[in-house]
């Protein structure tokens, strides 16, 4: 399979804490993103990365990629209970815009 | 506001009959959109590629002939499931793509099918 994985596979936080979540994924690329999706809704585009960035902030949100080691995180700071979701990385097919999405981290914050 | 919008939010219909779910790209015009498929508590599985004008293409183990699609214009792409049956009870979300861009899709909010 050529989805990526996702860990943890769920996380339960405090309110005011950092949540942080990994992707590893198998092939070469040259972006990848990260995507929420609130229960039995679509999905929320978060940020993208380019695979020649190392760190992309985007207000409390801050993602790294290590394209050494085919992985990339996502670190939510100072969280809320809004942010209660799963979150998704995704990764191109090679040459081609379909996109293969990781397993996913669901998140819950504690209030 | 939305940039890709479904249609209906949700169905229910007996096993056997067809459901057809429509995407709308309301932004901008998509000569491509995706199908995706999500059950319960897992991933998205891309279903097909839906291409303006021409026949879609169909992943890997994904019936061309059970999920029929149509790419009429550049603003709608629909599903139709035949002949469904429960295990086609899934959520079912589109997705499309500027026509510039590093490749950022939009989602639709999704159709929630149940087949009974």
């Known amino acids: 399979s050529q989805q990526g994985e996702e860990d943890p596979q769920a996380l339960s936080i405090q309110e005011g804490e950092n949540a942080t979540m990994n992707c590893s994924y198998k092939?070469?690329?040259?972006?990848l993103q990260w995507y929420r999706q609130n229960s039995g809704r679509g999905l929320v585009h978060l940020i993208l990365?380019?695979?020649?960035?190392r760190e992309k902030h985007s207000g409390r949100l801050r993602v790294t990629l290590d394209t050494s080691k085919k992985s990339s995180s996502l670190l939510i700071t100072a969280s809320r209970a809004a942010d209660t979701a799963s979150y998704f990385c995704?990764?191109?097919?090679?040459?081609?815009?379909?996109?293969?999405f990781g397993t996913g981290t669901r998140l819950k914050v504690l209030a | 506001g939305a940039v890709v919008s479904q249609h209906p939010s949700w169905v229910i219909c007996k096993s056997g009959t067809s459901v057809k779910i429509e995407c709308r790209s309301l932004?901008?015009?998509?000569?491509?959109m995706f199908w995706y498929r999500q059950f319960p508590k897992q991933s998205l599985m891309l279903m097909a590629t839906?291409?303006?004008?021409?026949?879609?293409?169909?992943e890997q183990g994904v019936e061309k002939d059970k999920f029929l699609i149509n790419h009429a214009s550049l603003t709608l792409s629909t599903l139709t499931v035949t002949s469904a049956h429960p295990e086609d009870s899934s959520f079912y979300i589109c997705?499309?793509?500027?026509?510039?861009?590093?490749?950022?899709?939009?989602f639709g909010p999704g159709t929630r099918l149940t087949v009974t």
């Open positions: 995704a990764t191109p097919t090679s040459g081609t815009y379909k996109y293969i």
């Open positions: 092939t070469s690329i040259n972006n």
């Open positions: 990365i380019r695979s020649n960035e």
């Open positions: 932004d901008f015009q998509a000569t491509t």
């Open positions: 839906s291409n303006e004008g021409s026949k879609a293409t169909y």
């Open positions: 997705s499309t793509r500027p026509p510039a861009g590093d490749g950022e899709q939009y």
